[in-house]
């Protein structure tokens, strides 16, 4: 049991695309719209389990300023202004999946930010702040975003967005700051970070999994009738990362040390796909969870390249300052 638990997260680029697959075999004969009540619930349940041990007390320590400023300009200017322009040339006879790159575009860092840069060696301490803030500025300022992104072409309520942020984004996070505190009444900090965190990593991509599963099946016939989608959606992701990485990586060369500037790429490349999927699930459909869901291949596959290239090239460790 232990081991089918965490096979989707040792497994992600397998996982995701089965559980795609698997929504659109299963929809194509099955109805599952009545699993549509269900999302919700799982995407709390999703976000919960990331949210255990974070440090939002880490927004107060301003020692990586600059990092923070640079990261406010790429992510909230920048990436959402390349995101609006692929979406109104090359999305725009497909709104909704137009409301789905708005979305993966506006909600910054990951887990994936902290875990690359300390494989990569970067600045750890601006990896983590850069997460946090991220996620709150993040949240607060997407829906008037969207409104001013999509608005024009797909119905954009703000209070039901910002309500639908709060139970999938700030209601998990409290949830997750409770639990942490009463583990924290039964183990030490270390106990805590080597035995128990990791065991909430696998209930989250199993929620994500749910999310993409019934997401996609219940307008599998829609999309499989449509495969021209899938093509669309894929181009626009790889061109969307693509822009990312040049505008990132120059910021990161012309201003920062080595450990700075692979914080700030991470910190500004990958995207809190989880979160968006189920925002895009709950506030606009299929089409937009069909999008986020590629991301998370684009994502995972891109970074993994990049890594590599970036340690060869422009962010050798030899080059590291001390």
């Known amino acids: 049991m232990k081991r089918l638990y965490f096979f989707p997260q040792k497994y992600l680029l397998v996982s995701v695309?089965?559980?795609l697959l698997l929504g659109f075999l299963v929809g194509?004969?099955?109805d599952t719209s009545?699993?549509?009540?269900?999302?919700?619930?799982?995407?709390?349940?999703?976000?919960?389990?990331?949210?255990?041990?974070?440090?939002l007390k880490e927004l107060a320590n301003l020692k990586e300023f600059k990092v923070l400023l640079y990261s406010v300009l790429i992510n909230f200017v920048l990436i959402p202004l390349v995101a609006f322009m692929l979406g109104k040339t090359l999305l725009h006879d497909h709104p909704v999946m137009f409301a789905g790159l708005a979305l993966?575009?506006?909600?910054?860092?990951?887990?994936?930010?902290?875990?690359?840069?300390?494989?990569?060696?970067?600045?750890?301490?601006?990896?983590v702040k850069l997460t946090v803030f991220g996620l709150v500025l993040g949240s607060l300022l997407t829906p008037w975003y969207l409104l001013a992104m999509v608005g024009k072409y797909v119905e954009i309520n703000v209070l039901?967005?910002?309500?639908?942020i709060i139970l999938v984004v700030f209601l998990p996070m409290l949830l997750g700051h409770i639990t942490f505190k009463w583990l924290m009444k039964k183990y030490t900090p270390e106990q805590f970070q080597k035995q128990i965190k990791p065991n909430f990593a696998p209930l989250s991509i199993w929620a994500m999994l749910y999310v993409v599963f019934v997401s996609i099946s219940m307008k599998a016939k829609m999309i499989v009738s449509n495969l021209q989608l899938i093509a669309v959606a894929l181009a626009v992701l790889v061109l969307f990362y693509?822009?990312?990485?040049?505008?990132?990586t120059f910021f990161a060369k012309q201003f920062f040390n080595r450990e700075d500037g692979v914080a700030l790429v991470n910190g500004t490349v990958l995207r809190n796909l989880s979160i968006a999927i189920g925002l895009a699930a709950t506030s606009f459909g299929a089409e937009a969870a069909l999008i986020v869901t590629l991301a998370f291949i684009v994502q995972q596959q891109s970074i993994a390249y990049y890594g590599k290239l970036a340690n060869k090239y422009w962010f050798k460790p030899q080059q590291q300052t001390i």
């Open 160 to 164: 039901e967005t910002f309500r639908t």
């Open 242 to 248: 693509l822009i990312n990485y040049l505008i990132s």
């Open 28 to 30: 194509t004969f099955i």
């Open 17 to 19: 695309p089965a559980s």
């Open 34 to 55: 009545f699993l549509k009540s269900t999302i919700l619930v799982a995407t709390i349940i999703m976000i919960y389990a990331t949210m255990v041990g974070f440090k």
């Open 104 to 127: 993966s575009a506006l909600l910054p860092t990951s887990g994936m930010t902290i875990s690359w840069t300390a494989i990569q060696k970067g600045n750890m301490a601006a990896a």
